[in-house]
């Protein structure tokens, strides 16, 4: 097996699926509540209102601007908070 690149696309052949190259994607299992909170994180993202919205071991994270950390969203309305206020949670 190939040396895996700290960051970037995972493809068939670093991790020794034969044939022609193909992206591997990961998902995380989402209760159904994260799934749909994720979902309205990503329609913020594409309004622009935040930069990242991501899952990690089953929990949400999103951050308004590039320069600072994910802060845990754990539902709508703190969401809507980070969005509004440009702040986590303290």
Do not use: C
């Amino acid at each position: 097996m190939a040396k895996r690149k700290p960051k970037g696309p995972l493809y068939t052949n670093e991790v020794g699926i034969k044939g022609p190259a193909a992206q591997i994607y990961l998902n995380d299992h989402l209760t159904t509540f994260n799934k749909q909170l994720l979902s309205h994180a990503l329609d913020e993202k594409k309004r622009e209102n935040i930069v990242t919205a991501l899952t990690f071991r089953g929990k949400m994270y999103a951050k308004k601007k590039d320069n600072q950390r994910p802060v845990q969203v754990k539902d709508t309305w703190f969401l809507e908070e980070v969005i509004k206020n440009n702040q986590g949670r303290k």
